[in-house]
């Protein structure tokens, strides 16, 4: 039996690679996962996965290393993308905190010297370079413990993924990297360390790879985004009915989801969802409709708050994951409950509205009308830099916002008429949700986490 060493330390992790076909590919080809997770976590994951393949051990405590942290500072301010630049603007005039600007002055000032010089490759290969002789033996003791065949790094952007990397190549032992998420090579990495080979999700993060990450496409797998599959079986969907009357509401009505996007939006979000509810209250919204909030699950809400929104708003609210461990913003977990409760809200929507999550992606793929809010609530005062106003400039927004399948408003009264444009026609934009997901999908058989094992087992086979 072979065995392949990965690192859980993210609830993404388990959704994207262990809650889907991979496992059942592994079991096929007689092969154990040792999974490195954080310790608050090892009692739920060794409960909930009793698969004798699935073994999960305790992830060496990396967080608190000054030189690791510096060189991730380095790395991500070297990413010379627009992002980058609209990012370290932001954090150096960050909302509600311009008295202390003065005093983040010479980190931003650093910053951008680093992107500017991140523009040349031979900075960023100076910056691996170096990385590459800092020594860090953290995992030493689990790599001559299980001896792994291969090794799998499943972020390619937090300190982890990087030691054990560099861990792998002082062991001489396989190893493969995959990118996470649709933005990382804008704002996350330019890979400080290279893996023997490297999975994206498209053909245009593959480009990214090599455009900003330097790296050899001929190493890199394309499969198509392995969480997705279940959107495209549309697997594990009740209907409709029996879905939204276990959220308290009325099937009869429409039902329009307002998700949040992350802490960037947050001081708007709320703001958005007052004029929403006033909207709907003084029926100027032309439908009967529910709403229900989807909370961002590294924020998601208490059932205290839920509570409190259901009495103020009349909404359908709950929370979007399950809580693990000491609590904590890395509490959070997408069980299987909290995976359906997204299946069937993506299923059952009439409409979505965001600011900058990935739902615009997951929506499309339902076919679900989309809303992009870019305007900033009641506040009328913000600077760009911490205005709603900037999330579409984000590149990997800007990706998408050139397809045309989202419609962006900048105003209160531009969102209410959006609303009632697509309750009345759905199928409005509908091509342009279908490039969304050519773009950033690009396959859609719901096979994609078939693809990512075949890539894990093909290196795990490979002699070289």
Known sequence: MKTILALANTSMFIRNIIRTDIRDAFACADVRMIMLAPKEKLAYYRSEFSDPLLQFEELPRLKKMRRESLFQFLENSSIHTHTTTMLQKTKFRRFKSSGYMIMRLPRFI???????????????????????????????????????????????????????LKAAKRYCIKNLGMILSWDN????????????????????IRDLAAKYGDYPLSRVSVTGVPQYDRHFRRQGVVSREDFIRSLGGDPSKKLIVYAFSGKAGLHIDFDVLDILANAVKDGKIKEEVNVLMRPYPKFDMKEERADEFRRKYKFLARTSVA????????????????????????????????????????????????????????KEDLDYENSARRFFDW??????????????????????????????????????????????????????????????LSCLDSRN
């Open 110 to 164: 650093f910053a951008r010297a680093c992107w500017h010089l991140g523009q040349f490759a031979w900075w960023r290969n100076l910056i691996r370079a170096i990385y590459a002789c800092v020594p860090n033996h953290a995992f030493d003791e689990v790599i001559e413990t299980y001896k792994p065949d291969l090794i799998f790094c499943p972020s390619m952007f937090y300190t982890e993924d990087y030691v054990l």
């Open 185 to 204: 090579f804008y704002s996350k990495t330019f890979l400080r360390v290279f893996p023997d080979h490297l999975i994206v999700h498209t053909d245009m």
């Open 323 to 378: 809580h693990v461990g000491p609590k904590g913003e890395y509490d959070w977990e997408f069980d299987e409950p909290s995976i359906n409760f997204l299946e069937n809200t993506l299923a059952h929507a009439d409409l979505v509205i965001s600011m900058y999550s990935t739902f615009f992606i997951e929506a499309a793929i339902l076919d679900k009308p989309l809303i992009g809010i870019a305007f900033d609530g009641y």
């Open 395 to 456: 590149n990997h927004l800007q990706d998408v916002k050139e397809l045309n399948g989202i419609r962006l408003v900048s105003s209160r009264d531009e969102m209410i008429r959006a609303v009632n444009e697509y309750l009345g026609r759905p199928d409005s934009d509908h091509e342009g949700r279908k490039k969304i997901i050519v773009q950033q999908c690009q396959f859609t058989d719901g096979k994609s986490a078939r693809r990512v094992a075949d890539v894990l």
